[in-house]
């Protein structure tokens, strides 16, 4: 299945006063390895959205094994779990500039249609970059 990775620096403003990320950004960082993952197959969030879709995340899993630190650089490896119908699920790996895994992760997100609200199905313009 399709994967990507993205690298980021972890700031500052990311850390406690020990210099460890603190465990609610990890959410943002499977958000920043998702969008760029999208964005690899030519699509963004705000495309959907103006094409009527909204992508809520539903589920989401974190494991920590070893904690993120102020100045790491960090990649998140994003991988598309299976053929997304009503939902899309993601795994992710995130390791530091040492390859050392430092937390792998799970979202589950949903198709939804902006104007009534309720479930649809993966845009086929989705499911063409991806080859389906």
Known sequence: MKKSATKTRVRY??????????H????QFFELGRTEWLRSLGVTYQEMEVSGI???????????????LYDDVLTI??????KPLVKIEFDY???NQDTELLCTGNTVLAFMNSNTK??????????????Y
Do not use: W
């Open 54 to 68: 909204m992508l809520p995340v539903i589920s989401l899993q974190c494991n920590f094994i070893k904690p993120a």
């Open 77 to 82: 490896h994003t991988f598309l779990k299976k």
């Open 24 to 27: 609610g950004n990890y959410a």
């Open 13 to 22: 403003s990311e850390t406690d006063q020990m210099g460890v990320v603190y």
């Open 93 to 95: 790996e995130i390791k």
């Open 118 to 131: 309720k479930p649809t199905r993966c845009p086929e313009y989705l499911l063409k970059g991806l080859g």
